[in-house]
């Protein structure tokens, strides 16, 4: 089955939207963890302090993606 061009349009338009929604966000808490990173640590000027900041976002994403994979695969086996 094909999708028709207005159809496909609105599919990607959706998502662009969706991901720029996504960047606002991500924005937004990059912000909020920076200030508190500081808050806690101090200066996050040094090399270490960002090192450290990358490495502890790393981690939180991580386990932000793996919680939600998990959820996602638990609502599709609940609809099945």
Do not use: C, H
């Not at 599919?11 to 991901?19: D, H, K, N, R």
């Amino acid at each position: 089955m094909t999708m028709s061009l207005k159809t496909e349009v609105m599919t990607q338009i959706a998502a662009l939207v969706t991901a720029a929604f996504g960047l606002v966000a991500a924005l937004a808490w990059n912000g909020a963890i920076q200030a508190i990173f500081k808050a806690l640590f101090g200066s996050s000027d040094s090399i270490p302090a960002q090192l450290a900041y990358a490495v502890i976002v790393t981690i939180i994403a991580v386990v932000a993606t793996m919680a939600i994979a998990r959820s996602v695969a638990n609502a599709k086996a609940d609809e099945a």
